[in-house]
């Protein structure tokens, strides 16, 4: 039984990440880089501030609020923000997100 539903909670999640992946797809298509770009901290100065892992055991919400405080402290650009939070994923978040990097490239791809 308890297998059966984290089956079940799997898939819906599995289904919200692929909606949110097709709407960053989207978005994607539409940017257009400031004429001066921000290059933001190195990846040592982010990790030296201990931010939290994340393989879906903990409230997303909290370690969505510590990364938050984090790269408003770094001035991080929108590309670190994506990038160092997609390096604290581990288990099947990191499968998860590999995946859906995998797809959205491909949406990218075909949509330009």
Partial sequence: ????LNRMQAAELGNVCNQ????IAQRATNIHPP?????????????K???PSFSGTID?????LKMEKIFKF?????SQKVN??????????????????????LLIKVSL
């Fill in 1 to 4: 039984m308890i297998s059966f």
């Fill in 20 to 23: 949110v992946l097709e709407e």
């Fill in 35 to 47: 004429v001066e770009v921000h290059q933001g901290p190195t990846q040592n100065a982010f990790l």
């Fill in 49 to 51: 501030q201990r931010p």
């Fill in 60 to 64: 997303p919400l909290d370690a969505d």
């Fill in 74 to 78: 770094l001035e991080c650009t929108n």
């Fill in 84 to 105: 160092y939070s997609a390096y604290m994923f581990e288990s099947l978040v990191e499968i998860w997100w590999k995946s859906g990097h995998y797809h959205l490239s």
